[in-house]
């Protein structure tokens, strides 16, 4: 049984819980949220109490296909088919469980905790060990009492490295986290006020902090941060660096901006080394201080480390510069304010030059720790450094001092909707607008209201819920069992080498490709992967050869063209993949050809047979299953024969996405993972396989029109409506990839949620859509297909398969890629 499967009655001994196990069943995916559920059939939901009680939620989650539950005493409960694991605590129950599984692997474990900067901490720790270590980490910034156990649980009998962030926001939290982290090196980011107001004092935080590392071997941190400390370390053996202490074991004693880099300089072990850092703010670079630390002291060379750190890409977090509206630069960080992060997106305010005035707009501040008269003094102290021209302040604290804030132009409102109402009023043009605002004021709405709205087709690919789709098949599989993933076609219409590199990132086996020009390409994008050529040309075998692409071979003809082009050059033991028809009759070599092909494989020193593959014709549909276990036995009577002949093993597949799901015997040594990768999976319903749709398409509206019943729309005067109405006119036709078939009322979009069917024929790039019922106007944005209006829905409306949907998306359709 894989490592993060568990029979449910082993998980009610673990958790110690009463309750009777009605139905047998296997659990690997742990569940707190009703709306987000994933892998029901082998998921097990915690009723978690909080802001919620989700024993409220039980219901929609068996409704969702999940039949087994944690809940509290005291509750009594009848499902059908349901097994309800009773417990005291079901927090205290997740948290057990997670310290169970985590005791199974003795894999190192990296603990990372502090005020600030843990999440980019963990995430460039990533980035710069991925090469070496097959890496668990906490998602996103899942580092609370319920995000540590649910991290916690991605662990596998595969990962050789864990990196783990921990949050606390008041005392006697640590120890739970440490219970079931268990890290074996400790790293102690930045200490600031966040969360000060949850102990009694500063002291009292860094101690609790402290208790991360209580078991751990190493720990990484700041000389300065701890020198007070030094008595209630837990550790014996730390690493620490510092830019004012010598005596550190990283003494960084110079910094000098080049390029647009952060130059540094320091001494470790005696000598002088160096290292480029890509970015300039002053968070970054402490940040990257600390990954540069923990390198060191894991044993990288100052040489390798600095080579790596100068790649480092960005972490997407809270803060974005966008396009404002009337000339103005946002700078959007309306999720979060905190004295240091207010202290840091000033910094970054004042990088920007594209603008001679700077504007911040700032809710009040909570969990500072401060009393409000001392807080506020020390932001309009702050703002004033800072040189800004016009504030805007939000909130009653914030306007009860208004007193304190010296700035050429300042405005104040109780809460956001009344700054909304005066919009017109603050005459934002020309300027930098920073939004700096506490979660709980919405400032979104500010932003949405500021940011200058895109007129331009685009389709966004949300890179995460790709991951969520490559994991849930990977789930599906045996330890040991490889994945190949498909990204022919520009990755099925969603863009070539940024989903190559997502899919190399996150370590799947091989790639695939229809042709080698497509092979190549992505070799010169960076993509290291052994890739699959499924329909090689002849003519480019030299192309084929130099960029390390290896072949599908398909029938005798191929075969020895490819032997003579290696006879011709010498190439020797060239990894070659064989293709077996096995009834689906498009290419490959038949039954009763295997026995030659065996024949000429027998001692030919050009050729290293890597795979024998073959492909189900129909593995999601179970009216044809006679038909796929047929093809099943014939591929096992072709690999075996080969096999015998070649005196080695080869990898076998014969799975492609639907194949995953319905024919796990027939998983053998790799799977093929195609559409499924995108949100798609024919096998089984979009409610339930745990799928998330990674693309949305999305338009806008050039113009809109007034026309009379009767009147004529589009090309040969093919569209009319039945009675007087509105047209809209949006940026997207059939060169882009939405297909004539859905002219004349077949095909729909949305605006503002509500459905438009197109009128007339679809032209080259536009077409018209009957707004009559919906409030309309010039720019508002059209979604052609997302995660509600699916690509399954279209392809219905015009007889065809969503592969077509997907792959006809023009590759002017500009492409948009997400990752959180």
């Not at 978690?48 to 296909?65: D, K, T, V």
């Not at 003494?251 to 001494?267: C, G, H």
């Not at 919405?442 to 331009?456: C, G, M, P, T, Y």
Request: charged share 25%.
């Amino acid at each position: 049984m894989p490592s993060n499967q568990y029979p449910i009655t082993e998980i009610k001994q673990i958790i110690n819980a009463d309750g009777a196990i009605i139905k047998e069943s296997v659990v690997s995916t742990l569940l707190t949220d009703s709306r987000r559920i994933s892998n029901p059939a082998e998921g097990l939901f915690f009723a978690l109490s909080g802001r919620r009680n989700g024993h409220e939620f039980i219901a929609e989650a068996y409704a969702a296909g999940v039949r087994n539950f944690v809940v509290k005493q005291g509750l009594e409960l009848i499902m059908p088919d349901a097994n309800f694991l009773i417990v005291d605590d079901v927090l205290q129950a997740l948290q057990k469980l997670a310290a169970y599984h985590r005791s199974r692997f003795k894999l190192e474990v990296i603990g990372i905790t502090g005020s600030n900067g843990k999440t980019i901490v963990k995430e460039w720790l990533y980035q710069l060990l991925a090469a070496d270590k097959n890496i668990v980490r906490n998602p996103k910034s899942y580092n609370s009492q319920i995000g540590v156990p649910l991290s916690i649980w991605q662990i596998n009998e595969k990962n050789d490295l864990g990196i783990f962030e921990a949050g606390i926001s008041t005392v006697a939290e640590m120890s739970k986290l440490e219970a079931i982290i268990q890290p074996t090196i400790g790293v102690l980011t930045h200490i600031g006020p966040a969360h000060d107001e949850g102990f009694e004092s500063r002291r009292q935080k860094v101690l609790e902090k402290l208790g991360l590392f209580k078991n751990c071997r190493l720990l990484i941190h700041n000389y300065d941060t701890l020198i007070d400390f030094k008595d209630e370390i837990p550790v014996k053996n730390c690493f620490t660096w510092s830019t004012t202490f010598k005596q550190a074991d990283l003494y960084v004693f110079s910094e000098t901006v080049i390029a647009k880099n952060f130059y540094l300089r320091a001494f470790f072990k005696g000598r002088e080394i160096e290292c480029l850092i890509p970015f300039l703010d002053e968070a970054s670079v402490e940040n990257a201080i600390v990954c540069w630390a923990v390198m060191l002291a894991m044993g990288y060379s100052g040489t390798e480390a600095d080579k790596r750190i100068e790649r480092l890409s960005p972490v997407s977090m809270r803060l974005e510069l966008k396009t404002g509206i009337n000339d103005c630069s946002v700078i959007d960080d309306s999720y979060n304010s905190d004295i240091q992060s207010l202290e840091i997106a000033l910094n970054f305010l004042n990088q920007q030059n594209q603008h001679d005035k700077k504007t911040l707009i700032l809710s009040d501040i909570f969990q500072s720790g401060l009393q409000q008269e001392v807080l506020y003094r020390q932001v309009a102290d702050m703002i004033r450094s800072k040189k800004v021209d016009k504030f805007i302040g939000v909130g009653e604290a914030l306007s009860a001092h208004r007193d304190y804030f010296d700035v050429p132009e300042k405005y104040f409102y109780t809460d956001t909707a009344s700054m909304l109402q005066n919009l017109r009023t603050l005459n934002f043009r020309e300027e930098t607008i920073l939004i700096k605002g506490s979660r709980s004021f919405e400032f979104e709405r500010i932003s949405r209201a500021l940011v200058q709205k895109a007129h331009e087709t685009v389709m966004e690919i949300n890179l995460n819920a790709l991951l969520n789709n490559l994991n849930f098949y990977r789930s599906k599989l045996k330890p040991g069992v490889k994945v190949m993933a498909m990204v022919k076609a520009f990755s099925y219409g969603s863009g070539t080498f940024e989903v190559a590199n997502m899919l190399q990132y996150n370590k799947v086996d091989y790639l695939a490709v229809a042709y080698i020009d497509e092979g190549v390409a992505l070799r010169k994008t960076g993509i290291t992967l052994p890739i699959l050529i499924l329909n090689p040309e002849t003519s480019a075998f030299d192309k084929m050869t130099e960029y390390k692409l290896e072949p599908a071979i398909y029938s005798f003809g191929l075969f020895d063209d490819y032997i003579k082009y290696a006879q011709d050059r010498n190439v020797l033991n060239y990894p070659i993949h064989l293709k077996i028809d096995t009834g689906m009759h498009r290419l490959g070599f038949e039954n009763h050809e295997v026995e030659t092909l065996c024949d000429l494989l027998e001692e030919n020193r050009y050729v290293h047979v890597q795979s024998v593959f073959s492909h189900l014709a129909a593995s999601e549909a179970s009216q044809h299953d006679e038909f796929s276990l047929i093809q099943i036995n014939n591929f096992e009577k072709a690999f075996k024969q080969i096999e015998k002949v070649l005196g080695y093993k080869v990898i076998k597949h014969i799975c492609n996405t639907s194949g995953i799901v319905r024919w796990p015997n027939a998983h053998y040594d790799m799977v093929r993972l195609g559409i499924g990768l995108y949100g798609i999976d024919a096998s089984t319903s979009a409610s339930d396989n745990g799928l998330q749709p990674i693309a949305t398409l999305k338009t806008s509206v050039s113009q809109v029109k007034k026309v009379l019943a009767g009147e004529t729309v589009s090309y040969n005067r093919s569209g009319s409506l039945l009675k007087d109405g509105k047209i809209a006119t949006v940026r997207i036709g059939y060169a882009d990839g939405y297909l004539r078939a859905f002219g004349n009322g077949v095909g729909k979009m949305y605006i503002k949620g509500l459905p438009a069917t197109t009128v007339g024929n679809i032209t080259m790039d536009m077409c018209m859509l009957d707004v009559s019922n919906i409030d309309v106007k010039e720019g508002d944005e059209v979604i052609i297909f997302n995660g509600e209006q699916r690509i399954e829905e279209l392809a219905t409306q015009i007889g065809t398969i969503p592969y077509e949907i997907l792959t006809n998306i023009s590759q002017r359709v500009k492409r948009v890629y997400f990752y959180e």
